[in-house]
């Protein structure tokens, strides 16, 4: 009997520590009070260390505004980082990509340094490149200069390709000619005659924007 009242006694203590008892229910999370810390993900990420990447550029491209980066964090999200920028573009060269402090691979440092620059001294002055007798043509650079005593009509840019159709005043019989130019910006020359005049067009070599400029004997382009 005695047994039995103190089993009676026993129960009701054992259930409420039970109750009042803090216990984890995941021994694999943090209790209350501890701090959270972040979870990285098992998933394998031995990849080669980054080098040096490159990003081509389209013709028509003129001014970088802003840069972005995109990258996975620890715990396996994504993020970005960006720059804000406002520079002139050379769309002939790319843009690098490095973590090399610098470090310039010699093979690509001596193509970047052969390339034509319009402001090397080389190109400083006016290559003779097409004659026709009534009208001759010169190119320095993005510079292409007309000399001809010839009014220009009319002058307009046409695309797929990128080209500027330039009329001149002259009743003309001449064969229709095509010339391939050497260097940058301007790729090809063709010549035509119609009745009352004849035509000009220069075939440019990526996307660009003209100003036309007369001269004492002539005319002169600049490509932007």
């Known amino acids: 009997m005695k047994r039995e009242v103190l089993i009676k006694r026993i129960i009701p203590i054992l259930l409420l520590l039970i109750l009042i008892l803090d216990a984890r229910d995941n021994p694999f999370f943090p209790s209350k009070g501890e701090v959270d810390i972040p979870y990285t993900s098992n998933e394998d990420r031995s990849l080669d260390p980054l080098k040096r990447a490159t990003i081509t550029i389209p013709s028509q491209a003129r001014v970088i505004k802003k840069v972005t980066i995109e990258y996975?964090?620890?715990?396996?999200?994504?993020?970005?980082?960006?720059?804000?920028?406002?520079?002139?573009?050379?769309?002939?060269?790319?843009?690098?990509?490095?973590?090399?402090?610098?470090?310039?691979?010699?093979?690509?440092?001596?193509?970047?340094?052969?390339?034509?620059?319009?402001?090397?001294?080389?190109?400083?002055?006016?290559?003779?490149?097409?004659?026709?007798?009534?009208?001759?043509?010169?190119?320095?650079?993005?510079?292409?200069?007309?000399?001809?005593?010839?009014?220009?009509?009319r002058d307009f840019l046409l695309t797929h390709p990128h080209r500027i159709v330039m009329d001149f005043s002259k009743d003309v019989n001449v064969n229709s000619k095509v010339k391939n130019l050497d260097g940058r910006y301007y790729k090809k020359i063709s010549f035509g005659s119609h009745k009352d005049y004849y035509r000009v067009v220069l075939e440019l070599d990526g996307y660009y924007k003209y100003e036309k400029k007369s001269l004492k004997k002539g005319y002169s382009l600049f490509l932007r």
């Open 72 to 153: 996975i964090n620890l715990d396996g999200t994504r993020s970005s980082s960006s720059i804000e920028l406002n520079n002139s573009l050379d769309w002939y060269l790319p843009v690098f990509i490095s973590q090399n402090m610098g470090e310039i691979n010699s093979k690509t440092k001596t193509k970047i340094q052969t390339k034509k620059s319009p402001n090397t001294k080389a190109n400083q002055k006016y290559k003779k490149i097409y004659s026709l007798g009534f009208i001759t043509f010169y190119k320095k650079a993005k510079e292409f200069k007309i000399v001809t005593k010839d009014f220009m009509v």
